[in-house]
């Protein structure tokens, strides 16, 4: 009996080494050629799970979309509501008192991954939250993302805690919404900036904002793209860099921690630029961005989580 058991126990233990659906450093991944599309590597690509934040990947390509067709301008000046301050998660805490232009609700939204600069935005665009998440269904859909269902602008989990009621996805979906906004939109400029100001000129005292994707800077012309995390979700990351001619995507869905996915990414980058083909060329749009510098690693320590922005007080208000 004992040998019995020794034995089932093999077998499981190996059985787990060799599926990727019981990794436990994450749910799934990929790497692609941003030029041509091609898949250089994936492991568990099509495993559905929440995207968390990464959600605002296809939010700023909705917004894009309608500025490129003229129904926004980037002055474009939105006065934030009641529902865009009441969101709640990681945010520049929105106030109704505010009026922003989308330009700014932009970096909000890719810099310190705000929530309720999603919501601002979505109303802007499509006049409510339910009009905005059919059009990111509908474009999800135009991009062939066939395992991936919207219902938020922002990627916060459904009131309820049901994870099929939330946003969903798969890397491969990622990685197809990833290329276009690499080949049709500014996002770079955007998703590339480290630090910046948010309500300068507007607040008493800006909230500094500071990019939750700690490659930038620490891999070889990392720009980009998106982090995410929830409980539900774990830590995601839609990342891509370009070295020379070259450009690489890397989407890590479902890592225990940061330093795990960011690990991971790292390691996917490395190894997508060692898998492209020499004739391999990108040609983006022209997006001016901040020159990227490799810096050595940050040193390892406790799982890290997704950074909150400086707390800001209007007057006569209190802190949120």
Same mark, same amino acid.
């Given at each position: 009996?004992?040998? @019995?058991?020794?034995? %089932?126990?093999?077998?499981?233990?190996?059985?787990?080494?060799?599926?990727?659906?019981?990794?436990?450093?994450?749910?799934?991944?990929?790497?692609?050629?941003?030029?041509?599309?091609?898949?250089?590597?994936?492991?568990?690509? =099509?495993?559905?799970?929440?995207?968390?934040?990464?959600?605002?990947?296809?939010?700023?390509?909705?917004?894009?979309?309608? !500025?490129?067709?003229?129904?926004?301008?980037?002055?474009?000046?939105?006065?934030?509501? %009641?529902? #865009?301050?009441?969101?709640?998660?990681?945010?520049?805490?929105?106030?109704?008192?505010?009026?922003?232009?989308?330009?700014?609700?932009?970096?909000?939204?890719?810099?310190?991954?705000?929530? #309720?600069? %999603?919501?601002?935005?979505?109303?802007?665009?499509?006049?409510?939250?339910?009009?905005?998440? %059919?059009?990111?269904?509908?474009?999800?859909?135009?991009?062939?993302?066939?395992?991936?269902?919207?219902?938020?602008?922002?990627?916060?989990?459904?009131?309820?805690?049901?994870?099929?009621?939330? #946003?969903?996805?798969?890397?491969?979906? @990622?990685?197809? @919404?990833?290329?276009?906004? @690499?080949?049709?939109? #500014?996002?770079?400029?955007?998703?590339?900036?480290?630090?910046?100001?948010?309500?300068?000129?507007?607040?008493?005292?800006?909230?500094?904002?500071?990019?939750?994707?700690?490659?930038?800077?620490?891999? =070889?012309?990392?720009?980009?793209?998106?982090?995410?995390?929830?409980?539900?979700?774990?830590?995601?990351?839609?990342?891509?860099?370009?070295?020379?001619?070259?450009?690489?995507?890397?989407?890590?869905?479902?890592?225990?921690?940061?330093?795990?996915?960011?690990?991971?990414?790292?390691?996917?980058?490395?190894?997508?630029?060692?898998?492209?083909?020499?004739?391999?060329?990108?040609?983006?749009?022209?997006?001016?961005?901040?020159?990227?510098?490799?810096?050595?690693?940050?040193?390892?320590?406790?799982?890290?989580?997704?950074?909150?922005?400086?707390?800001?007080? !209007?007057?006569?208000?209190?802190?949120?």
């Amino acid at each position: 009996m004992r040998t @019995l058991f020794r034995s %089932a126990l093999l077998i499981l233990t190996l059985l787990a080494a060799a599926s990727p659906a019981l990794r436990a450093d994450y749910k799934g991944a990929i790497v692609m050629d941003a030029a041509s599309g091609a898949v250089l590597s994936e492991e568990n690509a =099509d495993v559905v799970s929440p995207p968390a934040s990464v959600t605002k990947l296809m939010t700023f390509l909705v917004v894009h979309d309608a !500025l490129a067709a003229g129904k926004l301008q980037l002055t474009t000046p939105v006065p934030v509501a %009641a529902e #865009d301050a009441k969101t709640g998660g990681t945010q520049v805490w929105l106030d109704t008192r505010e009026t922003f232009p989308v330009e700014e609700l932009l970096y909000a939204l890719m810099i310190q991954s705000a929530n #309720d600069a %999603a919501s601002a935005l979505a109303r802007a665009t499509a006049g409510s939250r339910e009009a905005f998440v %059919a059009l990111m269904n509908a474009r999800a859909a135009s991009l062939g993302l066939t395992h991936t269902t919207f219902r938020s602008p922002h990627g916060l989990p459904p009131a309820n805690r049901v994870i099929a009621d939330g #946003d969903l996805t798969s890397p491969r979906d @990622l990685a197809k @919404l990833s290329r276009e906004l @690499l080949l049709h939109t #500014d996002v770079l400029k955007y998703s590339s900036t480290k630090v910046r100001d948010f309500g300068r000129g507007v607040r008493p005292e800006p909230v500094v904002m500071r990019n939750h994707n700690h490659l930038l800077g620490a891999v =070889d012309g990392c720009d980009g793209l998106k982090t995410g995390f929830t409980n539900a979700a774990g830590f995601c990351l839609a990342a891509t860099a370009q070295r020379g001619e070259k450009r690489v995507i890397v989407v890590v869905m479902g890592s225990p921690d940061r330093r795990t996915r960011d690990a991971h990414v790292r390691r996917l980058i490395e190894e997508g630029f060692g898998k492209i083909p020499a004739t391999s060329v990108f040609t983006g749009p022209p997006v001016a961005v901040a020159p990227v510098v490799a810096t050595p690693a940050a040193p390892t320590g406790a799982p890290g989580v997704e950074e909150p922005a400086v707390r800001f007080v !209007l007057p006569g208000k209190t802190k949120r």
